[in-house]
T-cell receptor
């Protein structure tokens, strides 16, 4: 069974600094990991993903790192901007083909000016 | 504009009164899914559908029904709502084997 944990419910970071959000999972059988971002009163939007054959994927200010031996994902945002204030969810497939996607509890990121 | 729409956005109802939350996507996606979001629990999958007339249970299907008669629509039905179904509900869709899902704006349901 797949379990996904984001152990930090909230994180506060100064504008311009690095934000690091963490995610741990239990079942490493599957090949794709995702991060979603959610603003209040909106649905989650896809942010960035990483394939299990990589240990890093970068998209502009956002970088996701995958440590398969530790079953750990992290999302780095550099530099952090006020518009990055949102709830971030990591998501991991529960099965091949990702018919079921298991989400973490979310981390509320606040960027302070 | 490519989008997933849900209706209603907000609903307050009473225990036992049947209700349907509609979901529609205009991207011709095969896969659709329903989630509920609760504080401290993240998003949990209720039901999903791989295509027309193909549906299956997610992690928390109890008390819910779905149907997929057309590719674009995937309504969520609560036959006899109870207060523990008070939650924020999201519909999502994606194309085939692409894992990234598009989410609707959410429906906030309160069952008194």
């Amino acid at each position: 069974d797949q379990q996904v944990k984001q152990n930090s419910p909230s994180l506060s970071v100064q504008e311009g600094r690095i934000s690091i959000l963490n995610c741990d999972y239990t079942n490493s059988m599957f090949d794709y990991f995702l991060w979603y971002k959610k603003y209040p009163a909106e649905g989650p939007t896809f942010l960035i993903s990483i394939s299990s054959i990589k240990d890093k994927n970068e998209d502009g200010r956002f970088t996701v790192f995958l440590n398969k031996s530790a079953k750990h994902l992290s999302l780095h945002i550099v530099p952090s901007q006020p518009g990055d204030s949102a709830v971030y969810f990591c998501a991991v497939p529960h099965d091949q083909g990702a018919q079921k996607l298991v989400f973490g509890q979310g981390t509320r990121l606040t960027i302070n000016p | 504009e490519a989008q997933v729409t849900q209706n209603p956005r907000y609903l307050i109802t009473v225990t036992g009164k049947k209700l349907t939350v509609t979901c529609s996507q205009n991207m011709n996606h095969e896969y659709m899914s329903w989630y509920r979001q609760d504080p401290g629990l993240g998003l949990r999958q209720i039901y999903y559908s791989m295509n027309v007339e193909v549906t299956d249970k997610g992690d928390v299907p109890e008390g819910y029904k779905v149907s997929r008669k057309e590719k674009r629509n995937f309504p969520l039905i609560l036959e006899s709502p109870s207060p523990n179904q008070t939650s924020l509900y999201f519909c999502a869709s994606r194309q085939g084997a692409v894992y990234e899902q598009f989410f609707g704006p959410g429906t906030r349901l309160t069952v008194l």
